[in-house]
């Protein structure tokens, strides 16, 4: 097909900068794709970086924005077998060497040459072919754009899923996530749809109903800064605390809550990123005698790429919940804004809107 020559596109610039502008479209080379980008979401880590105006390991200003994408092949670089024009296909933002000793531990996430892929908030996004043949992968059928626009998220979560060796539990134990955001209100329908009894904690009432929607067995409104083990805990069957706790908020204070939270030998699973130097005080006599595993974990890997597109395909998924509203490109900054005022928990960026 003939390709236009220019296309508009979401510039982040520096810390709560976004410009639109009007940039060539670059046509692919060998194995790379030119794919139309028909939906974009919006996230946390949009937000935090849109506050920060950077990030060390994804993106350095000024730069293309946004990585949670979805679209249709428009041409196809030499060499290219897998996909054809008019493939519909969703792109990780991230793809791993699968040589070094992380990826060969199928730790991908971990990998020592992890590359990102940023530039969603635009028309036409180039995939470079690392890309191409590793972290891309065709949408099923009768899944929409805007939906499968959510398989980075979701991927993310699975693999903080699998950090939580629920294999251990019976279904139906009681696990704590804190935080209502879009990230904490998918690992509640992950972990739901897979029979587990979810607490939902957050100061925000409109998520918690959110979460209840999404599948959480319980609720509650807790009070910003942290101190509020005690009250989520009186929620729990027998009190004694949950036997997995998750913190989604990338919040010092609760984090420490995460860890009161959990019962005897639970499981924290410290998923929100704080910020750089940021330290947290944990009673180490809890940690010790009560045997409480604490782990930190980051981004997603491969095989819960693949799993979550594959979730997000069954209607019983409920990730449009998450949806709040569509915008055009030109209202990036503005969709951002929103998240950040809480009026939204994912806006959809697409050139269309």
């Known amino acids: 097909m003939t390709l236009p020559k220019n296309m508009i596109v979401a510039m982040l610039m520096g810390p709560e900068q976004i410009e639109i502008r009007e940039v060539p479209v670059v046509p692919p080379s060998k194995g790379e794709l030119l794919i139309s980008v028909e939906a974009a979401t919006t996230c946390g880590t949009d937000v935090k970086v849109f506050r920060q105006g ?102 993310c979560v699975l693999h903080g899923i699998d950090a939580c060796n629920l294999e251990n539990y019976e279904i139906g134990s009681e696990i704590a996530v804190y935080g209502g955001g879009p990230i904490g209100l998918l690992f509640v329908g992950a972990l739901a749809d897979l029979g587990f009894s979810v607490i939902l904690a957050d100061p925000n009432q409109s998520r918690l109903d959110v979460g209840k929607a999404m599948g959480a067995k319980k609720v509650i409104q807790i009070k910003r800064d942290g101190g509020q083990a005690d009250v989520v805990k009186s929620l729990c069957q027998n009190k004694e605390g949950t036997w997995v706790a998750i913190d989604a908020t990338g919040q010092p204070a609760v984090w420490e809550d995460a860890v009161s939270t959990v019962r005897p030998g639970g499981i924290v699973n410290l998923f929100g990123g704080c910020k750089p130097q940021t330290k947290v005080s944990l009673d180490a006599h809890l940690l010790h005698y009560s045997e409480i595993t604490v782990k930190g974990v980051y981004h997603h890997r491969p095989d819960t790429v693949r799993r979550a597109l594959k979730l997000l395909a069954q209607s019983r998924f409920p990730a449009d919940l998450l949806l709040s509203a569509k915008m055009p490109i030109k209202h990036a900054e503005k969709a951002l804004r929103m998240m950040m005022a809480k009026e939204a928990l994912k806006v959809v960026i697409s050139a269309e809107s």
């Open 54 to 155: 950077g990030h060390a390991r994804m993106l350095h200003v000024p730069t293309l924005f946004g990585h949670e994408v979805s679209g249709r092949v428009q041409a196809v670089g030499k060499g290219v077998q897998k996909f054809l024009e008019g493939d519909a296909v969703v792109v990780a933002n991230s793809s791993p060497c699968l040589d070094c000793d992380y990826c060969n531990m199928h730790r991908e996430n971990l990998c020592r040459d992890l590359q990102y892929l940023n530039g969603a908030y635009a028309e036409y996004l180039l995939i470079p072919e690392r890309f191409v043949s590793r972290s891309t992968h065709k949408i099923p059928n009768k899944l929409n754009f805007s939906r499968a626009a959510l398989t980075e998220p979701l991927a």
